[in-house]
């Protein structure tokens, strides 16, 4: 791989004022509901700020959600470039063993093109079906090919399967070596979520960095280009960053309610003409809509186009203003607060990028620097010790019942279904040793294995390897808890590749342990552990 390091530089070198930066992070991190986990500025190809909000860190690939869609939409591009593919083709065109599945003539009219803008017609029909190729192909059809936007994970994903048959490859392979490679993203630090059939999940497994948002999306600003080598044709980035399908409804047309929590507004004609008339935003010639997995102007900047995931990842490209700007973030409430932070770090960043070159201020450079390397979330409590937590330690509780109790994330049965694992093979059986100096460790029984972790109880986490099997890795855990009180003791687990915290009381009485939610965040949909608490018995 050959990767070309981006140039470091002061805010205002490219136009932007230090003070500002300052001010915006005051403002994003003055929002109640909002997690930062990490933030990244390029203008006129040059990085100007980059922060991330400790124990998150540069390197440490993130949760994207629905951003991993503009990757998958980067592949079919990249195959279309080569002249693999088609985009005015028909999709069935390239599966012909398929046709028999067919039985409404308007899947044959299904092209490529209507895959990325979301709009098949296909009926938005789950499945966990292991060959997701010929459930889509078999699905009803519910209107005509290209006449209506409706949020699917499902045509994206039948983005990958397309890359996959006229490649020859799997789409991570593909992507890696003809995406990857060439624009300096470290393929080997990236994970991605695979579906039952194998193939990865392109509607929203990828977990990737900041700067390699900023790499991809300085791909689509620069036309296409990298390092003087065409990876996109002009008319696909052309297509791809402009409005190709308006996702509002008309009287005419049933509300547009999208399956997916990223988009839970539902708008009109009439609204997008009013604010076409009275936002000040808004630019000439700047169509507001969807375009090849990649959103237009959206969240009110005039002129821009834009990468966005669940609870509020950003990756967005105001291309009048050569200005990148990547964000990552757990919004406690997906399609409600997220959008407050990424209005105001867009908005802000938009506003604060001057059209000249601003002399130096050496004293707001070095108070924002400082500031930059010192970002971090809330410290662990300690409260290490309790009178009477000797009588428990070392000691084994059964959980009682079905359990699903679990610190670990939910997965998805199948990532389009948006529905989730729950676990009914949780922890069976746990123990604590209270007897260590900063530190406490756990032992149980989860998933046909005896796992042990162990807690800082010191005002520090400790770093723990505890996963999912179907992201296996996806499993750098950090663990820490205290006493809320003489006989509680309260675990925090944060995966730091994700958007996920939850903090567990395990309440300690004479012969029984009581176990309830703390704390959850950063999940997108119910956790088992939301709803349901347990008891646990001492004994075998």
């Known amino acids: ?84 593919l088609d985009i005015n083709e028909p999709v069935i065109s390239y599966f012909p063993e398929y046709e028999n599945l067919c039985s409404d003539e308007r899947t044959g009219k299904i092209l490529v093109k209507h895959l990325l803008t979301m709009s098949s017609g296909k009926a938005l029909k789950r499945t966990d079906a292991a060959d997701w190729i010929p459930a889509f192909f078999s699905r009803k059809m519910e209107r005509e090919p290209g006449s209506r936007f409706e949020y699917s994970s499902e045509d994206t994903h039948m983005c990958v399967a397309l890359v996959e048959r006229v490649t020859g490859r799997r789409f991570e392979d593909f992507l890696g070596e003809e995406l990857f490679d060439k624009i300096g993203i470290d393929k080997s630090n990236l994970h991605w979520g695979h579906l039952l059939n194998g193939s990865v999940i392109g509607c929203g497994g990828l977990s990737a960095t900041l700067e390699d948002n900023i790499r991809l999306l300085k791909l689509y600003l620069d036309d296409g280009v990298w390092e003087g080598e065409r990876l996109l044709a002009h008319e696909y980035v052309r297509l791809a960053t402009s409005s190709q399908i308006i996702p509002v409804r008309t009287t005419a047309m049933n509300s547009i309610r999208t399956p997916d929590p990223m988009v839970s507004e539902v708008r009109t004609i009439e609204d997008v003409e009013s604010r076409r008339k009275l936002a000040p935003w808004w630019e000439n010639g700047v169509e507001e809509g969807y375009g090849y997995q990649i959103w237009i102007n959206n969240e009110g900047i005039g002129g821009s186009f834009e990468a966005n995931g669940g609870l509020g990842q950003i990756a967005i490209a105001i291309p009048a203003k050569d200005l990148i700007i990547s964000f990552f973030q757990a919004s406690e409430r997906n399609g409600i607060d997220e959008g407050k932070v990424k209005n105001i770090v867009s908005s802000r960043v938009k506003a604060m ?16 620097k400082r500031r930059l390397r010192c ?35 939910p997965m998805w049965i199948h990532m389009v279904l948006c529905e989730p694992i729950v676990y009914m093979d949780g922890i069976k059986w746990f123990s604590f040793d209270f007897t260590g100096t900063g530190s406490c460790r756990m032992t149980f029984f989860e998933m046909d294995m005896v796992r042990e972790i162990e807690i800082g109880t010191d005002g520090m986490s400790r770093m723990n390897i505890y996963g999912n099997d179907r992201l296996p890795g996806i499993n750098r855990a950090l663990f820490d808890g205290y006493w809320v009180d003489t006989k509680t003791f309260r675990v925090n687990a944060r995966w730091i590749q994700t958007c996920y915290s939850i903090g567990l009381d395990f309440c ?24 349901t608490s347990y008891d646990a018995v001492y004994g075998d």
């Open 1 to 84: 791989m050959k990767r070309v390091e981006f140039e470091r530089v002061t805010p205002e070198s490219v136009g932007i004022s230090s003070e500002d930066v300052l001010q915006l992070l005051d403002e994003i991190e003055a929002e109640e509901n909002c997690e930062p986990h990490g933030l990244m500025i390029m203008r006129h190809g040059k990085v100007c700020v980059e922060g991330w909000w400790s124990p998150y860190a540069k390197n440490i690939p993130h949760e994207m959600f629905s951003m991993s869609k503009a990757y998958t939409a980067a592949g079919v591009g990249i195959a279309y470039t080569q002249r693999l």
């Open 353 to 368: 990028a001057k059209d000249t070159l601003l002399p130096e201020n050496p004293l707001a450079y070095r108070k924002l």
């Open 375 to 409: 970002l971090s979330l809330e410290k662990p409590v300690s409260v290490p010790y309790s009178p009477v937590m000797e009588n428990f330690s070392g000691k084994r509780y059964v959980v009682q019942g079905k359990s699903s109790l679990t610190f670990r994330k």
């Open 508 to 531: 300690f009485f004479e012969n029984h342990v009581h176990i309830q939610l703390a704390s959850i965040h950063g999940d997108l949909t119910e956790h088992p552990m939301r709803v």
